[in-house]
DNA sequence: GTGAAGATTAACT
DNA sequence: GTTAATCTTCACA
């Protein structure tokens, strides 16, 4: 990869569409996060949807709404950022329209700037390990729960287009097994022969 | 107020 | 393959 195609902001139009739609025009896009210690910027090559009030695997699962969840239900564009596990931080980019709490679970990227900053917040220097995974990406590039219900069209943290078209494969989603039926579905999506995915598909 | 579970990771055997 | 680390959030009383 190199940077000689123009990158351009994703305008608010581009997220206020349906959770599957939205996480294939997602997939090769490049997050940026404009932190006080420096820009750093990654590929997104890993994603999985949830589809809102009839995915088991969702947090916004049978309408539930509460003070965690209330930003899914805000239009596309934000971001919702949560703990995991006590230890680690996830980021969705919410999707949808009002009231529609569809978002796209952000699950590992390839590092394109900010290198050196991400293997100081990671304490590795192995490339294929800052972001592969939805904890470790969120390490490298400094997202914490101070993000949480950021505006992506804002100047803090946003999503760039560089016309990449990558291949797209898709897959089961991964540890949702509490979610029945659901944990089935094909709607994880992966750029085809990435090195920096988290798992196989 | 109390308790249980989790969209993970790293270090084990 | 399994398990510990670790704490917010949510459901219930």
């Not at 949830?50 to 309408?63: I, N």
């Not at 990406?137 to 078209?165: F, Q, T, V």
């Not at 979610?179 to 798992?199: H, I, M, N, T, Y």
């Amino acid at each position: 990869m190199n940077n000689s195609a123009q990158r351009k902001k994703l305008s608010r139009d581009f997220y206020l569409c349906d959770g599957l739609v939205a996480a294939e025009k997602l997939l090769g896009k490049i997050l940026v996060h404009n932190s006080p210690d420096g820009l750093t910027a990654g590929r997104i090559v890993e994603l999985e949807a949830y589809m809102g009030e009839s995915d088991r695997g969702c947090h916004a699962y049978g309408g539930r709404r509460t003070e965690r969840t209330e930003i899914m239900y805000a239009e596309g564009g934000h971001a919702y950022v949560y703990l995991i596990y006590g230890m680690y931080n996830c980021m969705n980019v919410i999707v949808g329209g009002e009231d529609i709490p569809h978002c796209i679970f952000l699950r590992a990227l390839e590092p394109v700037e900010g290198i050196a900053l991400m293997k100081k917040r990671r304490g590795t220097d192995k490339l294929q390990n800052l972001c592969s995974g939805p904890g470790k990406l969120c390490i490298a590039m400094g997202i914490d729960k101070s993000l949480y219900g950021a505006d992506l069209c804002g100047n803090r943290l946003w999503i760039e287009d560089d016309e990449c078209k990558p291949e797209i494969i898709r897959g089961r989603r991964i540890n949702i097994d509490y979610a029945g039926e659901d944990a089935d579905r094909d709607w994880r999506f992966a750029v085809k022969g990435s090195q920096f995915l988290s798992a196989k598909i």
